[in-house]
């Protein structure tokens, strides 16, 4: 007779199958339980986000809605009821001018923004739009937007934490099955291996489980008062209150110290405050905590040029460049600060990439039949402005960047010149053929000479002011007087009149050189047709381009009162 000492042996693996399966089944149950609970707050953030989303939208609807009848409505009747009011006094017409006056403070009523504490009929600058946009939407739809984005990125977090549970749910699936498949076995090894992979796939997927659920999500909703503070130092911002705003991003950023937008914004008001050093210092940790941004490493390439470091603004240009190649903008202050750092031939190679790209985008947005991006129009305007400051800066000998971090200004100036000529020359160009400019300037047109017509007193000319850079605010018309030769008939002509940096479109004059090739012209720019218009204060910039080249420049400025 012989005793049969497998059946213990089996019984007992049977037994421990048995209590691996129970102990799975029981963890299966839990990841299962803390699955359905990701799901439930993925499911609960982006209900909050599309709120979030909602109510931004809505409030910004209104909010534009709000500003636009009360700045191009109320506001605009006011200011032409009070100008009929203004001229109707310089007439003499007591009555007319009664009149106008009342509907002019009838109008006040018909929006808070012509009220305290956003308008000051007393000071004639106009209602504080800025102030009034924050307080009715701007600051409400930033915090709204943040709170969007952070429960936008607490739902991906939570989805994330679903779908891996629900790996290790499939994994834990598998390990059931090698579990029940290995008491089918009669394989004594056999049987081992898949209870053995069953338990390996087993522990792998509880450890996996374990520190997927022990990971916190993070949600800056929930640091103080961060979101808040922030949405209010973007509208102190907006109004230019830098400095309250400042103190708004420091608290934003005493409650959480990594907010990436409030180091961002604080460091845009820093450099408006002309801090460069602090504003580097921010952007650097925007960008260590999370900000990717290629606008923001921008920046922070042009403070490392105002304060002359240009081997770190190259650097960084590129940085942002490999983020956003089309972005002209960067690509025209990489091609400045290579020039400032001595490496002409390379500015002049990335000037050429960048206006080559410019007529690319215009010459394929002309051929689908739709219009150039605006950051074609940007980008050329900023290149051409950055290089407009540099070259004042090394006549001037004084600016930013400092003249003494330029290593041969000379001939940085002397690039300059070229480079701005070619950016403004294709971009008058591109806006009127869809191309590049053709041909080479043969025209010479003389340094312009700024003068104000004199009258006598029964208001026939006399003659003209001696030429001046600079005159006394309450100017209603000047004349640009200049010599030319060569000019070809027929040609368009272009002038253009910027004030403070801005041109003023309504100033510009496009028509065909009809004055014969040589001689002497004057271009008029007059409000007088008008006895209540003066020109502003500030600085006059003239432009004159034949058949889409710059021919000549000219500046002055009008006096503050």
Do not use: C
Request: hydrophobic share 40%; glycine share 6%.
């Amino acid at each position: 007779m012989t005793e049969n000492t497998q059946q213990p042996e089996k019984y007992n693996f049977n037994n421990i199958i048995a209590v691996l399966i129970a102990l799975v089944t029981l963890m299966a149950a839990l990841v299962a339980y803390v699955q359905s609970d990701a799901s439930g707050r993925d499911d609960q953030a982006n209900r909050d986000g599309m709120r979030y989303m909602l109510e931004s939208f809505g409030s910004q609807i209104s909010g534009d809605s709000r500003v636009n009848f009360d700045y191009n409505v109320a506001y605009q009747a006011y200011y032409e009821y009070g100008l009929l009011a203004s001229s109707a006094e310089n007439r003499g017409d007591d009555l007319l001018f009664e009149n106008y006056s009342q509907l002019a403070d009838e109008m006040t009523q018909l929006s808070p923004m012509l009220q305290a504490p956003y308008y000051d009929p007393s000071v004639d600058d106009g209602p504080n739009v800025s102030l009034y946009e924050s307080d009715v939407y701007l600051v409400k739809i930033t915090s709204l937007f943040e709170k969007f984005i952070a429960a936008a990125a607490v739902k991906d977090a939570w989805d994330f934490k679903a779908n891996t549970y629900i790996v290790h749910l499939t994994l834990l699936a598998v390990s059931l099955f090698l579990f029940g498949l290995s008491t089918a076995i009669s394989n004594e090894r056999t049987r081992w291996i898949f209870a053995g992979g069953g338990s390996l796939i087993a522990l792998i997927a509880m450890i996996w489980a374990i520190s997927i659920y022990a990971k916190p999500v993070f949600d800056v909703r929930e640091q103080g008062d961060a979101i808040d503070q922030y949405a209010a130092g973007v509208g102190l911002a907006y109004q230019d209150r830098y400095d309250e705003a400042i103190t708004a991003f420091d608290n934003a950023l005493t409650a959480y110290p990594k907010y990436a937008n409030a180091l961002t914004e604080r460091a845009n008001a820093q450099y408006a405050l002309g801090e460069y050093e602090l504003a580097i210092a921010d952007y650097e940790n925007a960008i260590a905590a999370g900000d990717k941004n290629p606008n923001t490493m921008g920046m922070l390439a042009y403070q490392y040029h105002l304060i002359g470091d240009f081997e770190n603004a190259i650097a960084m240009d590129r940085r942002a460049l490999e983020i956003a190649p089309d972005e002209l903008w960067l690509k025209f202050d990489l091609g400045l600060n290579l020039m400032l750092n001595d490496q002409i031939e390379e500015a002049r190679a990335v000037y050429q990439e960048g206006i080559d790209a410019a007529v690319a985008k215009v010459t394929e947005a002309k051929a689908a039949g739709s219009e150039a991006p605006s950051y074609v129009w940007y980008g050329m305007n900023d290149g051409a402005d950055m290089l407009d400051s540099v070259m004042i800066t090394i006549e001037n000998g004084d600016g930013e960047p400092p003249v003494e971090s330029i290593t041969n200004p000379d001939e940085v100036y002397a690039a300059g010149e070229e480079m701005l000529i070619r950016l403004k020359s294709t971009a008058a160009a591109l806006e009127y053929t869809g191309a590049a400019p053709e041909g080479e300037l043969t025209a010479t047109i003389s340094p312009f000479s700024i003068v104000v017509p004199e009258y006598d007193e029964n208001g026939e000319f006399v003659s003209y002011s001696e030429p001046a850079d600079e005159f006394a605010y309450g100017i209603d018309e000047f004349s640009v007087l200049f010599d030319y030769t060569g000019m070809p008939e027929g040609k368009d002509i272009l002038f253009k009149l910027y004030i403070n940096g801005e041109e003023d479109p309504s100033w510009r004059i496009l028509q065909p050189w009809d004055l014969g090739v040589d001689g002497n012209a004057e271009i008029p720019v007059s409000y007088a047709y008008s006895d209540t218009f003066v020109f502003d204060a500030g600085q006059y910039v003239i432009e004159m381009y034949v058949d889409n080249h710059l021919a000549q420049r000219g500046w002055f400025f009008i006096t503050e009162e």
